[in-house]
């Protein structure tokens, strides 16, 4: 067990004691060996489990199932790019497809295992040139997602020479680029350099510049950003003519934004302020900029704004706020198509300019929709996935008012025709009705005894849709049930459902999962002893949070990259965006709100907590590993070394660009380590034939 040393912090004129705040420093060799005996401790556990060897046989075959996914797909100058991942590959391509009607159309313009067979580099993010001649690509290596941004060629598949634009992209506030009409320059988002900035505010104070082809990166001049906040996020986009770009820029992760335009007069001009509440934008082909606003409208309404006269109060409502919550849209030469959120699964609505409504387009039920791209007249393309339907990219017709599949779908290694999935709703704590998604294999029987897995995030505007996991069969096939739940904090029912999960109102998001945990029970889904929860992240910090205060509820824990000690989050550089969401310790109602829900503050001595793993990754930039290790260090020591806690402390990052390999082994051990817990004795699988590559 960890050795306590008790450091006193003062918050608000209240005395917080701290036993393990030594455990904070990643640096201190004394960390360093304290977390490699953790990591021991817990390889000795896992490995040894039962059926470990057929459940990494199974995991491994769904994992790697050879099938590939396309996704951000993007036309410029007729070409359509997009990321191809292509199992067993450790990263995700960029490539350019020549026809949707045939994936052997599909050419590699970068893979980033050429550029590094380590398989720990990945793509960032790419934006192709307006003619599509070019491509800027940011690279970021071994989950830091610290990128930088080369430029690619087409005619030549190849790097350009001597172009490379240092740190672009970050694990704080992101990255963006925009390039110029003239498809020689672009602007792009800047960190601080050198000595610009004391080493605290290096990944603070993004600002944007202009890059010209050909120029060395260091004689780039500054565009816009000096008088943004020191938590700016911008989102940079260009017109499809190139002759506009806007800066959308968001306050840290809340939902505060304010945005800038630059035209052909050469100058930015601000067009609103946080307090507009413009959320989103996006070109139309008709010379108007369309603004996704949630004044007066929690639920969102778009904006039609026209260029030439870009002042807020010159735009007009073209979609009024509805009963779904707009959640992105596109606009096409005589369309809007909408993507609405209905609490989770969502639906493709189109308007005319005027704001008419023209129908649905037509998608698989209980479904997640994305991805639009608009390729010509009012035609899109767009992507649809279900729980028991791998994602696949249809073309709709607007002529004929027809969704077709495309080539580019996905197969699974196992058909889920079999599952069923049931939307229930829990009642929380003060009466709010929370959707939960129920899947099972049909035949399972509701008697109180199926190992159970109920996931949730709760945070940051994030709804959670339906998707396809085909790891998920590993859980379902052994007569388990999966439960997602869609809780306050989220975007399911638009910004006030989120705000009641933000802030001083954080604890609605754990009563609501608890809410959703008893309904489990209630309906004989399952028992606590059968019943596993699991979360990443801001779905860690759930986990912490929901496992302290009814630890009696569940039958084992897996908490991934959370957040734990809420008192001290904002010290880190991340924990300083995530103000705008959680709140800040400097806030007398803030601290008061945090303090009454940290995990790591509200571990008690001699209770009884079910067996839990923690991950985290060493070189993470949005989540700091030193909170997994002062829960862990906190959580043994309560349990007298006696309970089954523990750390699985990896390198690589929050979870972004992690290989294919380390996937692969962290699913294994957290699958061993769920079904032991749980007492499932683990069936092994006939394996499945491997289909044709695409």
């Known amino acids: 067990m960890a050795e306590k040393k008790v450091v006193v912090d003062t918050y608000q004129d209240t005395k917080v004691e701290d036993p393990y705040q030594w455990l904070e420093s990643s640096a201190d060799p004394k960390v360093q060996e304290w977390t490699q005996g953790q990591n021991a401790h817990t390889r000795a556990m896992l490995d040894k489990l039962p059926g470990r060897e057929a459940i990494r046989q199974r995991v491994t075959e769904l994992i790697t199932w050879q099938s590939a996914s396309y996704f951000d797909l993007e036309d410029r100058g007729g070409t359509l790019f997009g990321l191809k991942a ?57 989950g830091t997602e610290s990128g930088d941004v080369y430029i690619y060629d ?92 806007f800066d959308l820029v968001g306050n840290g992760d809340g939902t505060e934004h304010m945005l800038y335009l630059y035209g052909p007069s050469g100058q930015w001009q601000q067009v609103s302020r946080f307090e507009d509440m413009v959320v989103g934008a996006r070109f139309g082909e008709d010379g108007a900029l369309y603004l996704k606003s949630l004044k007066d409208a929690p639920r969102g309404k778009v904006l039609r704004l026209p260029l030439a006269t870009p002042a807020l109060d010159k735009a ?57 791209v608009n390729q010509s007249g009012d035609d899109v393309l767009f992507a ?55 899947l099972k294999a049909k035949g399972v029987k509701q008697n109180g005894n199926n190992p159970t897995l109920l996931t949730g995030y709760g945070g940051f505007n994030i709804a959670i849709t339906p998707g396809f996991n085909k790891l998920s069969r590993a859980w379902l096939e052994q007569g388990g049930v999966i439960a997602i739940a869609n809780l306050r904090g989220g975007s399911e029912f638009g910004e006030e459902w989120h705000a009641n999960g933000s802030l001083t109102k954080k604890q609605n998001v754990f009563d609501d999962f608890y809410a959703c945990a008893k309904l489990l029970v209630d309906q004989k889904y399952t028992q606590p002893k059968k019943l596993a929860i699991e979360g990443g992240s801001n779905g860690g910090l759930l986990m912490g949070a929901v496992l302290t205060q009814h630890p009696e509820m569940y039958g084992v824990v897996v908490a991934r990259v959370g957040i734990y000690d809420m008192l001290r989050v904002e010290t880190t550089p991340n924990g300083q965006f995530n103000v705008t969401e959680y709140g800040t310790v400097k806030d007398p109602e803030q601290f008061k709100a945090l303090y009454a829900y940290s995990p790591y503050h509200h571990v ?91």
């Open 604 to 694: 008690k001595d001699g209770a009884k907590y079910p067996p839990t793993l923690f991950t985290s990754g060493a070189n993470d930039p949005r989540v700091d590993p030193f909170h997994s290790r002062k829960m862990v260090a906190r959580m043994q020591a309560a349990t007298g070394g006696k309970g089954r806690i523990y750390l699985r402390a990896a390198g690589g990052g929050h979870g972004i660009g992690k290989p294919l390999s380390d996937r692969i082994e962290e699913e294994v051990d957290i699958y061993s380590f769920l079904f032991n817990e749980l007492g499932v004795k683990y069936q092994p699988v006939k394996p499945v034939a491997a289909p044709a590559s695409k």
């Open 154 to 245: 087409m005619a030549t598949g190849k790097q350009m020479p001597n172009e490379m634009v240092p740190h672009v992209n970050g694990g704080t506030a992101g990255g963006s680029l925009a390039w110029t009409g003239d498809n020689q320059s672009y602007f792009y988002t800047r960190y601080p350099r050198g000595t610009e900035r004391p080493a605290e505010d290096m990944n603070f104070f993004q600002q944007v510049y202009f890059h010209k082809l050909g120029t060395p990166a260091d004689k780039d001049t500054y565009a816009i950003g000096k008088d943004f906040p020191r938590i700016a996020e911008s989102a940079l986009e260009t017109s499809k003519d190139g002759k506009y770009i």
């Open 86 to 142: 292509q199992p067993p590959k450790q990263q995700p391509m960029l490539v350019t497809i020549g026809s949707l009607s045939d994936t052997a159309s599909a050419r590699v313009l970068l893979d980033p295992t050429v550029v590094d067979p380590s398989g720990k580099t990945t793509i960032d993010f790419f934006v192709p040139s307006p003619d599509g001649k070019k491509v800027a690509v940011s690279l970021s290596r071994d």
């Open 384 to 438: 649809n996935v279900s729980y028991v339907e791998p994602m696949a990219w249809y073309r709709y017709s607007a002529k004929e008012g027809k969704a077709t599949k495309t080539a580019f779908a996905q197969t699974s290694p196992v058909d889920f025709s079999d599952i069923d999935v049931v939307r229930a709703e829990a009642t929380s704590k003060d009466g709010t009705k929370v959707p939960l998604t129920i």
């Open 316 to 372: 007009t409502v073209i979609v009024p706020e509805g009963k779904a919550t707009i959640m992105g849209f596109l606009p096409t030469q005589g369309r809007l198509y909408l993507v609405e959120q209905l609490g989770g699964p969502s639906q493709l609505r189109m308007v005319d300019l005027k704001g008419q409504d023209l129908g649905l387009v037509p998608t698989l039920p209980v479904s997640t929709v994305g991805g639009l």
